[in-house]
């Protein structure tokens, strides 16, 4: 209702501070007693509420969970995330992105949901999605852009991801071109990012991005090579906030993508990289190209220089980085 969105406004303004009973009343223009009430279905949903007498009432917790209320209430974006589908458990959200895509769904829309059964990577590999852990999200672009910049928007996706959890956490996590985002060399984050688009034009680009955020442990499969911000930092996490940050910083990269190009972009990513001036294998659907990843184009793409002086241009592989 309105009155539960302003009582909320009220108090993630306050902050730390008391808020009384009269003032929350008067400010609202309801009763005490209708006041009380609403704070006790606040509670309900999972909201501490604190309240001590003579000082009156703040808040002291947020629920973590994805859904609509939660992600807007303090968003600071322009456009993105003001329409958002939010689900308990989905296959995939990438899914779900596509369809509302082909119905006309607006840029910024995100879906987002608790849990994904389907999840998926790139090359039909599967992404582990757990229940209330992570956050597993998609969200609609429409850039008026050619087709072959494309790959530039992983790259834009990656910086946004990786500023995210360097906001957050304090740990400058690495980036391996082109999508996965790592703390102490294990994944923490992925992008996957696909393309609606006629011959020549992009007409919707769904961006997907998985973010292992409370997890304390992983299936055998992945512990190896999986990490998330829980285990490198020993705390746990408000999911919504995470999201928030994630949601600005992408509009805020978006825009200057727009306006001046990926060169910005490139130079923010080129300080997160771990790729360049590495020795790699770059294992492509083609074959593996091994040698010395010399930097990416403007367009995006890798630029890899083999051994016998060759230079190759690659739109996408995995990239294994070898121990010097
Ligand atoms: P990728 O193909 O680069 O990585 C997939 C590989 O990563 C898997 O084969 C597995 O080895 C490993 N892996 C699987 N799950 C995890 C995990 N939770 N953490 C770390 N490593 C893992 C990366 O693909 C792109 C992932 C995008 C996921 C988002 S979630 C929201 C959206 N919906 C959807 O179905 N996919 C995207």
């Known amino acids: 209702s309105e009155t539960r969105k302003q009582l909320l406004k009220l108090f993630t303004e306050a902050g730390e501070t008391f808020l009384s009973g009269q003032?929350?009343?008067?400010?609202?223009?309801?009763?005490?007693?209708?006041?009380?009430?609403?704070?006790?279905?606040?509670?309900?949903?999972?909201?501490?509420?604190?309240?001590?007498?003579?000082?009156?009432y703040r808040l002291k917790k947020m629920p973590d969970k994805l859904n609509a209320n939660e992600l807007q209430l303090g968003l600071k974006t322009k456009r993105f995330g003001w329409s958002v589908y939010d689900q308990e458990s989905v296959p995939s959200t990438q899914q779900l992105a596509h369809q509302l895509a082909h119905e006309g769904a607006e840029e910024g829309t995100v879906v987002i949901a608790e849990e994904q059964t389907a999840g998926r990577g790139r090359l039909n590999r599967s992404w582990h999605s757990p229940k209330g852990t992570g956050i597993w999200m998609s969200i609609i672009l429409r850039p008026s852009?050619?087709?072959?910049?494309?790959?530039?928007?992983?790259?834009?996706?990656?910086?946004?991801?990786?500023?995210?959890?360097?906001?957050?956490?304090?740990?400058?996590?690495?980036?391996?071109?082109?999508?996965?985002?790592?703390?102490?060399?294990?994944?923490?984050?992925?992008?996957?990012?696909?393309?609606?688009?006629?011959?020549?034009?992009v007409r919707a680009v769904i961006v997907g991005i998985g973010m292992n955020v409370n997890q304390k442990q992983f299936p055998n499969d992945i512990a190896p090579i999986a990490t998330s911000l829980a285990i490198e930092t020993g705390r746990t996490f408000h999911r919504p906030k995470i999201v928030q940050t994630l949601l600005q910083k992408l509009e805020q990269l978006y825009e200057q993508y727009l306006q001046h190009g990926f060169l910005p972009i490139k130079l923010l990513w080129e300080g997160?990289?771990?790729?360049?001036?590495?020795?790699?294998?770059?294992?492509?659907?083609?074959?593996?190209?091994?040698?010395v990843a010399l930097g990416i184009t403007d367009s995006g793409t890798l630029k890899v220089q083999t051994e016998d002086g060759a230079v190759h241009y690659i739109y996408s592989a995995d990239i294994e980085i070898k121990k010097q």
């Open 23 to 56: 003032k929350i009343s008067e400010q609202l223009g309801c009763s005490r007693t209708a006041i009380w009430k609403h704070i006790e279905d606040l509670r309900k949903e999972g909201f501490e509420v604190e309240a001590v007498r003579k000082l009156g």
């Open 145 to 201: 852009i050619p087709l072959q910049q494309a790959p530039q928007l992983t790259l834009l996706v990656a910086v946004a991801v990786a500023q995210t959890i360097q906001e957050i956490t304090n740990i400058v996590p690495d980036i391996k071109w082109p999508n996965d985002i790592l703390i102490n060399g294990k994944k923490v984050a992925g992008i996957l990012t696909e393309l609606q688009a006629d011959p020549d034009q």
């Open 272 to 291: 997160y990289s771990v790729t360049i001036g590495q020795q790699i294998v770059a294992r492509t659907l083609n074959g593996a190209i091994r040698g």
